[in-house]
T-cell receptor
Framework: DAGVIQSPRHEVTEMGQEVTLRCKPISGHDYLFWYRQTMMRGLELLIYFNNNVPIDDSGMPEDRFSAKMPNASFSTLKIQPSEPRDSAVYFC????????????FGPGTRLTVL | AQKITQTQPGMFVQEKEAVTLDCTYDTSDPSYGLFWYKQPSSGEMIFLIYQGSYDQQNATEGRYSLNFQKARKSANLVISASQLGDSAMYFCAMRDYTGGFKTIFGAGTRLFVKA
């Protein structure tokens, strides 16, 4: 069974451009999470979905960030406009419906905003 | 409130020796799950081992074991017979009902295995 799939793996863009990160969770997983990892702040939860519905977006840094999950097999994280401080590794993760279920991570997208 | 603490920013271990990575947690929920992840230099987050709060025995997965001391709220990861490939960042994480499905992560411990 395929794991969590993210694209692109690397993204280099210029300040002010729109960036869209994509994620396909593991089939059958009810929950999807978006994280951001930086050296300074570590691993931060940005937003998570349950059955395609956003449950908690309190970690989204500001209005420039938005996330959608139009169906059970696809989610996007969009940054518009992007800024250099958005440079980070963005992870998508998914899990099934129990507190005790393991959360599996995608390979991450390394974003560099120049 | 939920909290995960990893007090060792970095550790060294000699190849073939055992090493313990510390993790303490705080929660008021009786039901929770504890997880350890490995992040090698390539960047991916790899799930290693899980311990449930009601599990009577310490979890083991190959060379990984979790030293679960519930009263002390500690969930230390023990790696036996360290290998050079174990050099990585290690994260302790927890999920409970109060936090919903938020999994909170510790700051991590960077392990260096010396030949």
């Amino acid at each position: 069974d395929a794991g969590v799939i993210q694209s692109p793996r690397h993204e280099v863009t210029e300040m002010g451009q729109e960036v869209t990160l994509r994620c396909k969770p593991i089939s059958g997983h009810d929950y999807l999470f978006w994280y951001r990892q930086t050296m300074m702040r570590g691993l931060e939860l940005l937003i998570y979905f349950n059955n395609n519905v956003p449950i908690d977006d309190s970690g989204m840094p500001e209005d420039r960030f938005s996330a959608k999950m139009p169906n059970a097999s696809f989610s996007t994280l969009k940054i518009q406009p992007s800024e250099p401080r958005d440079s980070a590794v963005y992870f998508c993760a998914s899990t099934q419906g129990l507190i005790t279920d393991t959360q599996y991570f995608g390979p991450g997208t390394r974003l560099t905003v120049l | 409130a939920q909290k995960i603490t990893q007090t060792q920013p970095g550790m060294f271990v000699q190849e073939k020796e055992a090493v313990t990575l510390d993790c303490t947690y705080d929660t008021s929920d009786p039901s929770y799950g504890l997880f350890w992840y490995k992040q090698p230099s390539s960047g991916e987050m790899i799930f290693l081992i899980y311990q449930g709060s009601y599990d009577q025995q310490n979890a083991t997965e190959g060379r990984y074991s979790l030293n679960f001391q519930k009263a002390r709220k500690s969930a230390n990861l023990v790696i036996s017979a360290s290998q050079l490939g174990d050099s990585a960042m290690y994260f302790c994480a927890m999920r409970d009902y109060t936090g919903g499905f938020k999994t909170i992560f510790g700051a991590g411990t960077r392990l260096f295995v010396k030949a």
